[in-house]
């Protein structure tokens, strides 16, 4: 069974600071690694998406990934309280047309 | 802009009740999944079609049964439902996963008494 681990949290920052949220996956062959933010009963929202090892900047967001220790990250920079959400990793499995997700971090930045 | 559209958004049923969950986007995309959301488990794979005119299992099957009816829609179906059905379950669209990821429905809230 391909598995993707995230810390279920809450993670608690307060307002300005860098959130750091990591996600570690079993499956060595995986292709594509996603970020998803859920805020509470809504659907799962894309933010980022990383496919080379190292890091992708969008705006506030950095993805970092090491395929050699099968580790993904999400940092966010100068946190908000909007940022307050869960935060779902996913990932493609080599030779799969499917995403396996994990269960979630949840995020609070208080003011 | 629609995107992806799940009907009904909330729905009680009785135990033993059938019912049939839509799910149907405009995006031209050629892949569509069902999953399944509960607390503290994350969301879980339940069927996806990769091309019109295909199906397969996901994690978690038993229990549904699905139809790729056109490359537009993707219907889920509890056929006797049970309480361990009681969840929140999306529809997602994708036109491969190299490049957006999924665009996901808003998602419906079924409970099974």
């Known amino acids: 069974q391909k598995e993707v681990e995230q810390n279920s949290g809450p993670l608690s920052v307060p307002e300005g600071a860098i959130a750091s949220l990591n996600c570690t996956y079993s499956d060595r062959g995986s292709q594509s690694f996603f970020w998803y933010r859920q805020y509470s009963g809504k659907s799962p929202e894309l933010i980022m998406f990383i496919y080379s090892n190292g890091d992708k900047e969008d705006g506030r967001f950095t993805a970092q990934l090491n395929k050699a220790s099968q580790y993904v990250s999400l940092l966010i920079r100068d946190s908000q309280p909007s940022d307050s959400a869960t935060y779902l990793c996913a990932v493609n499995p080599a030779g799969y047309n499917k995403l396996i997700f994990g269960a979630g971090t949840r995020l609070a930045v208080h003011p | 802009n629609a995107g992806v559209t799940q009907t009904p958004k909330f729905q009680v049923l009785k135990t033993g009740q059938s019912m049939t969950l839509q799910c149907a986007q405009d995006?031209?995309?050629?892949?569509m999944y069902w999953y399944r959301q509960d607390p503290g488990m994350g969301l879980r794979l339940i069927y996806y079609?990769?091309?019109?005119?295909?199906?397969d299992k996901g994690e978690v099957p038993n229990g549904y049964n699905v139809s790729r009816l056109n490359k537009r829609e993707f219907s889920l179906r509890l056929e006797s439902a049970a309480p361990s059905q009681t969840s929140v379950y999306f529809c997602a669209s994708s036109e491969a996963l190299t490049g957006d990821g999924y665009t996901f429905g808003s998602g419906t809230r079924l409970t099974v008494v």
């Open positions: 995006m031209n995309h050629n892949s």
């Open positions: 079609s990769a091309s019109e005119g295909t199906t």
